[in-house]
């Protein structure tokens, strides 16, 4: 589809893992986006990995928003599942209190990375509706109950099973392995868990028991989006058995196909090119990373990496990232120092007309990018030029026209990026008071430099930056701007 974006036509194009290509992306009800992302089991603390995918998708949701549809945005929180239930075991805590503290963790961390959520079901609080769509399946011949009261999905009644995954080969799969004496096929799953001594429960018409896994998200996600979904998402080591298994279940229970329209899946994170998992012990949380890095900085090294793509955490890449992000909030604050200082002409010489075409062109470039299968390093390196262009052009010439179209353009970068609104909507400013007396300082600064007094000068940029001020030399000349 194409829409206009600011007087710009876009068409945009996105990876479907269904069809295995980049589609042009129409959404089934023109002008507005449903999107549904499988969200966090709250077993534990939310770690780097988990928040790689919340990102990418709140990045894409603010995209199709400044494109100007309506989005709606639904991630679900599983707070009832085994892993809940054996850390509950295992620290004689309360299940229903492991999922309060690693829910609260959890919402903690997508405040502090800029994520706004729209919806966020819960398992527990949709046990009727979960029962009303096994009840659907049975009554289709899609699901049977075992002897014990648990109730299985019949792989082999839906013929499109594995499309999605690739997984075709029934003879390698297996799921569940523990309830294999009581499925019809090894390859069926769990709709419905019959009660285990000690374990949580509801009642049902098959006895009591609790939800399996995959039921969850299609029953949630079809009460909120309807029986259309456009997007949904969550990484790839989803794809099979979990996204392979909500797809056959809800056109199987709904009767509609496609139910999903594009399938999106985020890459996973590594470490030193290891998947990060609890068995290898390179699971880094994010409450760990945030006392070490602004939570600004990891929502920025997160889309500099293609969402596709494998990502390597490494500290020297967050620390690369860390550094732009300083020159990207320091021409952000120069920006706004030079609105104030902005010159006003009627007419414009040659050379401001060719600033501000290309300013234009960075513009289209970032939108380019972002419209390409959301090709966010291509668009944070039109973030640089425009970096680069503040630096080598505006800050020697501020004229009105070419500083308001930077500035324009910096607030449209930020909807999409997220990371700026401290600097161009809150703190930043410096008062009139403030500028004098770091003028005097810099100044002096720059006499004890002159003197080749470098360690004292040293101290004194040490103490500036201490106290929030962003300090740039160029020769014996210095800039500044204060960062809060």
């Known amino acids: 589809m194409r829409v206009e974006c600011f007087g710009m036509y876009r068409e945009i194009r996105i990876y479907n893992t269904l069809t295995k290509e980049i589609e042009i992306f129409e ?6 986006v449903k999107i549904y992302v499988c969200g966090i089991t709250p077993y534990d603390y939310t770690h780097l990995g988990h928040a790689r995918t919340f990102v990418f998708f709140d990045a894409l949701k603010r995209f199709l928003s400044m494109l100007g549809y309506s989005v709606l945005h639904v991630m679900n929180i599983t707070d009832i599942d085994d892993k809940i239930l054996l850390k509950a075991s295992k620290t004689g805590i309360d ?7 690693y829910t609260k963790d959890y919402m903690d961390a997508l405040n502090k990375l800029n994520i706004k959520i729209d919806l966020h079901p819960r398992v527990t609080d949709h046990i009727v509706e979960i029962i009303e769509f096994i009840k659907t399946l049975i009554d289709k011949g899609y699901a049977y109950v075992a002897p014990s009261g648990s109730v299985y999905f019949d792989v082999d009644k839906y013929g499109d099973y594995g499309k999605l995954s690739g997984n075709i080969d029934r003879k390698t799969w297996s799921q ?10 090894p390859y069926d799953f769990a709709l419905w868990k019959a009660r285990k001594p000690g374990e949580p429960y509801w009642d049902s018409p098959w006895g009591p028991g609790r939800p399996g896994w995959h039921i969850e998200c299609s029953v949630m996600s079809t009460k909120y989006l309807g029986e259309r979904i456009d997007i949904h998402g969550g990484g790839t080591d989803l794809i099979f058995p979990h996204h392979e298994n ?18 999106v899946h985020i890459g996973m994170l590594t470490f030193e090119n290891q998947k990060m998992s609890k068995s290898l012990g390179n699971i880094i949380s994010l409450k760990e990373a945030f006392k070490k890095w602004n939570p600004a900085v990891i929502r920025l090294w997160y889309l500099t990496s293609h969402y596709r793509k494998p990502q390597d955490f490494s500290e020297e890449s967050i620390e690369a990232v860390n550094r732009f992000y300083d020159r990207l909030v320091y021409a952000t604050l120069t920006i706004k120092k030079l609105l104030k200082e902005a010159i006003s002409l009627h007419k414009s010489d040659d ?13 289209r470039g970032f939108y380019e990018a972002l419209s390409n299968d959301f090709n966010t390093p291509k668009a944070i390196a039109e973030v640089n030029e ?16 070419l500083v ?11 909807q999409i990026l997220g990371v700026l609104d401290e600097y161009l909507y809150g703190a930043g400013s410096s008062d009139e008071l403030v500028d004098k007396l770091v003028k005097i300082i810099i100044d002096i600064r720059k006499e004890l430099r002159e003197r080749k007094m470098y360690e004292l000068s040293d101290k004194i940029r040490a103490e500036l930056e201490r106290e929030g001020f962003v300090i740039m030399d160029k020769g014996l000349e210095t800039t500044w701007v204060r960062r809060k």
Do not use: C, H
């Open 27 to 32: 959404p089934t009800t023109p002008g507005f």
């Open 246 to 263: 909500e797809r056959a279940q809800s056109e199987a229970a709904l009767g509609t196909k496609p139910w999903v329209k594009y399938w």
């Open 404 to 414: 308001t179209a930077t500035y324009r353009l910096l607030n449209e970068m930020n």
């Open 351 to 363: 050379r401001d007309l060719e600033i501000y075409n290309y300013i234009l062109s960075i513009r």
């Open 386 to 401: 425009l970096i680069t262009l503040i630096n080598r052009e505006l800050v020697t010439n501020p004229k009105y026209l």
């Open 95 to 101: 299940w229903r209190e492991v999922v309060d503290t």
């Open 176 to 185: 569940e392995t523990e309830y294999v004496y009581e499925k019809k096929n």
